[in-house]
């Protein structure tokens, strides 16, 4: 079968860092994406790692460990506007699994 | 612009009856899906199509049909077969020039059974 786990809630402060984690087990994998969606929103897409390692974007970055099953998103500086869900998702070739999403909260 | 629209935002129906949700996209995009999200959850996938007359189930396609006659067009009826109706559905659309990994989402539809 096919599951993503993903801590259910993190807060943080103006300004700091954070991570969130997100485990798989699946097959066919091809990939891990990460989406932001904010309360009543549509997701929007933040990242994609294919291969081992980091890839940065801004403020952004997301780790990949295929032999873990297991990345994770970093966010720096972080701002109010941060506050939202974040999705890890398994791409599939042409399809994609959704993890349950860590809910951010950044405080002033 | 390029997008994802649906239609409506918001839909009230009486249960047991069929509504079709609307999706429709200006991005030329060969691949769309049709996901559903409950409250506090993740999306799950209910259908998705690589190419116009073809689709394949995802998750919990039962309860749910599409069609996609047209390449920007890609309608979901949630029947009445479909137990717990009651939640937030979002289309979704990628591309093979970004090889699939991308995916561009509609603003949703909040479907209210009553």
């Known amino acids: 079968g096919q599951s993503l786990e993903q801590p259910s809630e993190v807060t943080a402060v103006e300004g700091a860092i954070v991570q969130m984690n997100c485990t798989y087990q699946t097959s066919g994998f091809y990939g891990l994406s990460w989406y932001q969606q904010h309360d009543g929103g549509a997701p929007t897409f933040l990242s994609y790692n294919a291969l081992d390692g980091l890839e940065e974007t801004g403020r952004f970055s997301s780790f990949l460990s295929r032999s873990d099953s297991y990345g994770y998103l970093l966010l720096q500086e972080l701002q109010m506007k941060d506050s939202a869900s974040y999705f890890c998702a398994v791409t599939r070739g042409q399809n994609f699994v959704f993890g349950p999403g860590t809910r951010l909260s950044v405080l002033p | 612009d390029g997008g994802i629209t649906q239609s409506p935002k918001y839909l009230f129906r009486k249960e047991g009856q069929n509504v079709t949700l609307s999706c429709e996209q200006n991005?030329?995009?060969?691949?769309m899906y049709w996901y559903r999200q409950d409250p506090g959850q993740g999306l799950r996938l209910i259908y998705y199509?690589?190419?116009?007359?073809?689709?394949q189930k995802g998750d919990i396609a039962e309860g749910y049909s599409v069609s996609r006659e047209k390449k920007e067009s890609f309608p979901l009826t949630v029947t009445s077969a479909q137990k717990n109706p009651t939640a937030f559905y979002l289309c979704?659309?990628?591309?093979?020039?970004?090889?699939?990994?991308?995916?561009?989402f509609g603003p949703g539809t909040r479907l209210t059974v009553l």
């Open positions: 199509s690589q190419i116009v007359n073809d689709f």
């Open positions: 991005l030329n995009h060969d691949a």
């Open positions: 979704a659309s990628s591309d093979k020039r970004g090889s699939y990994n991308e995916q561009f």
